[in-house]
């Protein structure tokens, strides 16, 4: 009996934790009126003194699919072992998804702002988007004003619609641009060879990684 009430206590406490975990998005509003909705992971030993290499992640590019919160207690949950700052931005209030000509330079507006809390190591953030998130990730990467540190893509199926112009625009960022796809998917993983055979042609720093679980390959990327 006192080990069921041990495990209920136990669950509660869980649920309770991974509530407040993924309740605690703030809010900024950009110079143009658009809104982010955003939370911050920070590692167990932070130092607001120190330089942390910081990720912006999306997890979605539509609302009604945006795994943001999931994101924080799925693909996040060793966040506290890495040495980075990881900033989990939903689509912005009032927008279906994160295509739009606003969104982009209030997305610039907003960068700047996480930039005066937290010490953004180079001035630079690394893009990382994990399914529909490629979306964004793939989009913005191309659009800041100030240069990005690498684009990770997890499942990326964005790629479609890429010609000649898009591969271009990649390519010039003269960034790492790290694909990943899990072992199962098997049609990602050929689009992703096509994708880096066009990308090292325009000699882009590009590779392509299949794995067995993203938390794994996050782990060894970020540790």
């Not at 911050?40 to 942390?52: A, H, M």
């Not at 279906?96 to 610039?108: A, C, E, L, R």
Request: net charge positive; hydrophobic share 40%; proline share 3%.
């Amino acid at each position: 009996m006192k080990a069921n009430i041990a495990l209920i206590v136990v669950i509660f406490f869980s649920i309770n934790c991974i509530q407040a975990q993924t309740s605690t998005f703030n809010k900024y509003k950009a110079f143009n009126g658009v809104a982010f909705e955003y939370t911050v992971l920070v590692p167990k030993d932070f130092d607001s003194n120190e330089t942390y290499k910081t990720i912006v992640s999306f997890a979605g590019v539509d609302r009604k699919d945006d795994a943001s919160n999931t994101s924080i207690t799925t693909l996040w949950k060793n966040h506290k072992n890495y040495n980075s700052i990881i900033i989990i931005a939903k689509v912005p209030v009032g927008e279906s998804d994160w295509i739009s000509h606003p969104i982009h330079h209030g997305f610039n507006d907003f960068l700047k702002y996480i930039k005066t809390i937290y010490n953004v190591e180079n001035q630079k953030f690394h893009f990382l988007g994990y399914k529909g998130g490629c979306v964004p990730a793939q989009t913005y990467v191309s659009m800041l004003e100030y240069p990005a540190a690498s684009l990770t893509v997890l499942s990326s199926g964005y790629w479609d619609h890429y010609n000649e112009r898009e591969y271009n625009r990649l390519a010039k960022l003269n960034i790492p641009i790290n694909i990943i796809y899990l072992a199962n998917e098997e049609d990602g993983i050929k689009k992703g060879q096509q994708v880096v055979s066009m990308l090292i042609a325009k000699e882009a720093k590009v590779t392509l990684k299949v794995c067995k679980n993203f938390v794994t390959e996050l782990n060894t990327y970020l540790q």
